[in-house]
């Protein structure tokens, strides 16, 4: 199983999935660390990246879970997939992803990213962000986690609803 954590920036996906991906004893790539150093380079610059920027990145997170898939190995994987057109090319790469989308209020987001210190996202770049996500579909498999909480609790709830997800597809 490969399973996506999804949102905005400051949603704390690589916490959250590097917490999920230890709890399972499964795979963890950020999928940061995927990006052409160009597109590092203009969101440094407070550049929002576009869809052309996108797909190269896009394509080697989706090369990075179908390696995985291939090798039998479980994987979470960090990709803010905004929009239904990302997620539906990394599901070119595998068909059967999951995705945990880490939301929380813009006003909790915007004061995250203000006390980062070591990020190359600029918060002037969340409203964009905001504008461009595209919720999941009810025909896209996930499930939506409130990231307000503390980290504990939104841990727990990515477990249970992974979990969940786990026994309805072991049942059909």
């Not at 209020?105 to 980062?116: F, G, N």
Request: charged fraction near 25%.
């Amino acid at each position: 199983m490969q399973v996506v954590v999804m949102g905005v920036s400051a949603t704390g996906k690589s916490s959250v999935a590097e917490r999920v991906a230890e709890s399972l004893g499964w795979g963890f790539t950020e999928g940061d660390d995927l990006h052409p150093r160009a597109n590092v380079a203009k969101m440094e610059a407070g550049d929002p990246l576009t869809d052309a920027d996108r797909w190269p990145w896009l394509t080697r997170v989706g090369e990075a879970m179908a390696a995985n898939e291939r090798d039998g190995h479980h994987g979470v994987v960090t990709c803010s997939a905004l929009k239904r057109a990302y997620r539906d090319r990394l599901r070119g790469h595998v068909p059967d992803l999951w995705f945990l989308h880490l939301h929380a209020p813009t006003e909790v987001l915007a004061e995250r990213m203000a006390q980062r210190t070591r990020h190359f996202m600029p918060t002037s770049l969340l409203t964009s962000q905001i504008e461009t996500l595209e919720p999941l579909g009810d025909d896209e498999a996930g499930r939506v986690v409130d990231v307000t909480p503390p980290l504990d609790e939104v841990v727990a709830a990515a477990l249970d609803a992974l979990a969940a997800h786990r026994h309805d597809v072991r049942r059909s």
